[in-house]
């Protein structure tokens, strides 16, 4: 079935590094994706998204990738901060309509 | 701007019992939709609204009825409460589809045990 999913369920980085996030998606046809950062107790809060007729799109300090061929997006965090642990969701968007389907999520422990 | 807010945050049901989470947004978003999140996993759909008066079905329907008589308000209700449903429940709203889709918008969630 259409599935979203995490390549690594932590990733440790130390402060000021770069960190990198990724993701696998299984529906070809899907056109819409967002990465969302969760911290603990709260709501998943929107990062940043990519339509398919993208490769690339920034924002302050996150890029996300998205290789269509191989079926599969990144989140980069540059400069990675202590604020950036947290819970990273990727989620495929179906159609629109609020349909979300989220992969397990990659938490992201920052070391000073 | 309180974006989705939902109510209450916390819930202790029996099992049996049943109960209304609420959901509303201030943005005049179309669509609506809730989710759980069991420990360690991603967020599952639950049901989701395209507008007034029409809803459908998500990954995990069972067990969970909604109605949408406003654009502003969309309850879950928990017919009969079981433990496998205790989660932390989401709603979320969102405007535009397909090629006008953007982000969906996320209350601060309820804890719901069942015991």
């Known amino acids: 079935g259409e599935s979203v999913g995490l390549h690594l369920p932590t990733l440790s980085v130390q402060e000021g590094d770069n960190s990198i996030i990724n993701c696998a998606y299984s529906?070809?046809?899907?056109?819409?994706f967002i990465w969302y950062k969760q911290e603990s107790g709260k709501g998943p809060q929107f990062i940043i998204d990519?339509?398919?007729?993208?490769d690339k799109r920034q924002g302050q300090r996150v890029t996300v990738l998205l290789n269509k061929t191989v079926k599969h997006l990144s989140l980069q965090i540059a400069a990675t901060q202590p604020g950036d642990s947290a819970v990273y969701f990727c989620?495929?968007?179906?159609?629109?309509?609020?349909?979300?389907?989220f992969g397990a999520g990659t938490r992201l422990a920052v070391h000073p | 701007n309180a974006g989705v807010t939902q109510t209450p945050k916390f819930q202790v049901l029996k099992t049996g019992q049943s109960m209304t989470l609420q959901c509303a947004q201030d943005?005049?978003?179309?669509?609506m939709s809730w989710y759980r999140q069991d420990p360690g996993m991603g967020l599952r759909l639950i049901h989701y609204?395209?507008?007034?008066?029409?809803?459908d079905q998500g990954e995990v329907p069972n067990g969970y009825n909604v109605s949408r008589s406003t654009t502003e308000d969309f309850p879950l209700r928990l017919l009969s409460a079981a433990p496998s449903q205790t989660s932390v429940y989401f709603c979320?709203?969102?405007?535009?589809?397909?090629?006008?889709?953007?982000?969906?918008?996320f209350g601060q969630g309820t804890r719901l045990t069942v015991v």
């Open positions: 529906n070809s046809a899907s056109d819409y």
């Open positions: 979320a709203s969102s405007y535009g589809s397909g090629s006008r889709a953007t982000e969906a918008f």
């Open positions: 943005m005049n978003h179309e669509y």
């Open positions: 989620a495929e968007n179906m159609g629109g309509y609020n349909k979300l389907i």
């Open positions: 609204s395209v507008g007034a008066g029409i809803t």
């Open positions: 990519i339509r398919s007729n993208m």
